[in-house]
């Protein structure tokens, strides 16, 4: 017998598995990564052309409107500067002209219009998505979508000829009631309270109503997309843990949905601040600050373009550019923040189930 011991247990340098020698390229071959190349067929490059060619055109458009309204309100803001901003009247002839008051009546109208839309276009969202089913809900779906594609002018003898003089009692009772808050009030020079039907007409608020009204069906389009995509199975657990619908709805479909409601109310922001033919048919232009938005007399930078567009001179028409371009980079941006936060929308980030 030899004289070396036999360990009882093996030890880890018997246990370990021995090493495989790398593997060799072969003769005349390189050992380098192989490259996958997949062969577009010419259906996926004609849509990748395309889609590309409308894009780059929708810009260049869009970048073309902007240079021109550029160059041509050039002259009219060497000649005022920054008190262009300020200024609260409207008289090119003698360069005494701004868009102070244009522009403060564009977003009161807006404003009342979100007001307006913002709840009415909330709760038909939740109710095509949540509560209605079947045909019932496709039908609606479709009667609202349709209301986007009625004429600005339909809304505008609908507001001038019905509405305005429906809503005259109910701008008197806000007035009355609500007075003592310097927005609400309705009075004369003197400061006295005005109470006579022809104090609440061509009013913002009138204005603000009938585009409210027009901007509901695009804000509902955004916001029913966005809580229909909620999680089906979140939904699911919220009602696994005792939650009724309107908890399902409070805590998944809501926060959900969060970003299609900032960026459709955004988006119907965007609408109501260049709506003109409407407000132009609804409101008594002035050139001067209205805090009072039941009162008479208001303006719009849509309506004024469109007020003063036939009758201006070389001088008044690049005024008028001016102003059309302050618009222009208003609901550009307006638009472009709009996008962005609805393309940042993801499922059930903050959701409470």
Avoid: C
């Avoid at 018997?14 to 071959?29: E, H, I, K, N, T």
């Amino acid at each position: 017998m030899s004289d070396r011991s036999i360990p009882s247990h093996p030890g880890p340098a018997m246990l370990a598995p021995a090493a495989s020698p790398a593997p060799q390229p072969a003769d005349g071959f390189e050992d380098v990564p192989r490259r996958v190349v997949s062969k577009h067929s010419f259906g996926d490059m004609l849509f990748q052309r395309s889609v590309l060619a409308a894009g780059t055109v929708t810009v260049l458009i869009m970048l073309a409107v902007g240079v021109f309204l550029s160059l041509r309100a050039s002259t009219a803001l060497s000649k005022t500067g920054l008190s262009f901003f300020t200024t609260q009247a409207w008289s090119p002839e003698t360069q005494t002209f701004g868009v102070a008051a244009v522009l403060f009546g564009t977003v009161s109208i807006a404003l009342i219009a979100l007001g307006v839309s913002v709840p009415l276009s909330l709760g038909t969202a939740l109710l095509l998505s949540e509560v209605l089913q079947g045909r019932l809900r496709n039908l609606l779906i479709s009667l609202v979508d349709l209301m986007a594609a009625v004429p600005s002018i339909v809304f505008g003898l609908w507001g001038v000829y019905f509405l305005q003089g429906s809503i005259i009692p109910v701008s008197k009772w806000i007035s009355i009631w609500f007075g003592w808050i310097p927005i609400f009030a309705v009075t004369d020079a003197s400061g006295q309270p005005q109470l006579q039907p022809s104090a609440f007409t061509s009013s913002a608020f009138i204005a603000g109503i009938v585009v409210g009204l027009m901007v509901v069906p695009t804000q509902t389009s955004i916001m029913r997309e966005a809580f229909t995509r909620a999680p089906v199975g979140e939904r699911e657990g919220a009602y696994a843990l005792g939650a009724t619908r309107w908890g399902m709805i409070r805590a998944v479909v809501l926060p959900f949905g969060k970003g299609g409601i900032i960026g459709g109310t955004m988006l119907g922001l965007g609408r109501a601040l260049g709506e003109t033919i409407a407000v132009y048919m609804i409101i008594s232009p002035i050139f001067t600050i209205n805090w009072q938005v039941l009162k008479t007399g208001t303006n719009s930078v849509s309506a004024l373009i469109a007020l003063r567009y036939g009758e201006a001179s070389e001088f008044g028409l690049s005024a008028l550019m001016a102003a059309g371009l302050v618009l222009f980079l208003l609901t550009l941006v307006i638009n472009f923040t709009a996008s962005s936060i609805v393309a940042r929308s993801r499922s059930g980030v903050e959701s409470d189930v």
